[in-house]
């Protein structure tokens, strides 16, 4: 019984360490974060911040997998579930990545500051990106392909689905920051759900049946 309770402390201990960590990454960048002020900020001893991360490239990898890790849940759950309508199948796909872009909006700015000044941080992660993108992109193609077949949807690559869904997400937890600069009485709740509803108009604009555009 006293293992279980260690186990469980030391659990709770690394969860606080990593939402300690994620915070102060946000915050002062892979640079300028400091495993002591980590440790402080999650109640827990130095000594105890190495058992669990033995250096800050091991701790900040953790952090970053956690998140890729959740979103690739999310998009394969998705991919589980089964839809009637391949429309309101990728509809739901761009409504849930947005909201877990929006969620996540600072972690994945940091994120992308830190691939263009710490790009060797990024290798492990990169392996796992890879692996989920091609499981992901795989079991949706097949999807594609068959309401391509049946004249529902245009032909498409279901990467570059993905990739055009990812893209407009993530620019839009930036033209909030942007709109919010420019304007103090702006309406964000108001605002998001414009843009959650036109990028899904977008995406499926682009599958339309009579679309001339090929992006194959």
Known sequence: MQDNKSKELKCCKKDAILQAAEEVFIQKGYDGARMVEIA????????????????????????????????????????????????????????????????????????????ETHPKLFTNNRVLVLEQFKKTSGKLQEDLDKAAANGEICPIKAENLLMDILSLNVFSTYTKALINSLNEDLDEKS???????????MILGRLQPENNFNLE
């Open 40 to 115: 402080n900020r999650a109640g827990v001893g130095h000594p105890l911040l190495h058992y669990h991360f033995s250096n800050k490239k091991m701790l900040f990898q953790q952090v970053v997998q956690q998140k890729l890790c959740i979103l690739s849940q999310i998009l394969w759950i998705l991919l589980d579930e089964k839809k009637l309508d391949i429309r309101e199948y990728i509809a739901t796909m761009v409504s849930r990545h947005f909201d877990f872009v929006q969620q996540h909006g600072d972690h994945i700015r940091f994120i992308i500051n830190e691939l």
């Open 191 to 201: 605002f998001l759900e414009t843009r959650k509803a036109e990028n899904i108009k």
